[in-house]
Nanobody, 129 residues
Framework: QVQLAESGGGSVQPGGSLTLSCEASEMYQCMGWFRHTSEKKREGVAAIYTGGVRLYYDDSVKGRFTISQDLAKNTLYLQMNNLEPDDSAMYYC?????????????????????????WGQGTQVTVSS
């Protein structure tokens, strides 16, 4: 089972930036970030597919967040700029297993908020003035 370890969360003011990192014991074809808000809402934030194809961004983060990966370091990143209070949430690095990806597709898992196969422990992001 893959191990995912996030880091980089914190508290920032609106308009600020943070970069989340996720060190993985192995990289999967379909990986990305989910977030859970204080209102218990779970949503897919961004997904990246094998070869570095940036497959999905939630509409609320387009133009502000960038997902990337460094295969040499087995690390996934989420660069978050111009942060807003609504971005406050626990952010989770996730990996999608092959069978789940074959059944639903990488894009649909993040777009539809389906439960990915593997989750990290999460890192808290708080945006407030």
């Amino acid at each position: 089972q893959v191990q995912l370890a996030e880091s980089g969360g914190g508290s920032v003011q609106p308009g600020g930036s943070l970069t989340l990192s996720c060190e993985a014991s192995e990289m999967y074809q379909c990986m990305g970030w989910f977030r859970h808000t204080s209102e218990k809402k779970r949503e897919g934030v961004a997904a990246i597919y094998t070869g570095g194809v940036r497959l999905y961004y939630d509409d609320s983060v387009k133009g502000r967040f960038t997902i990337s990966q460094d295969l040499a370091k087995n690390t996934l990143y989420l660069q978050m700029n111009n942060l807003e209070p609504d971005d406050s949430a626990m952010y989770y690095c996730v990996a999608v297993g092959e069978s789940l990806m074959q059944e639903y597709g990488c894009y649909n898992i993040f777009r539809g908020g389906f439960d990915p196969s593997y989750w990290g422990q999460g890192t808290q992001v708080t945006v407030s003035s």
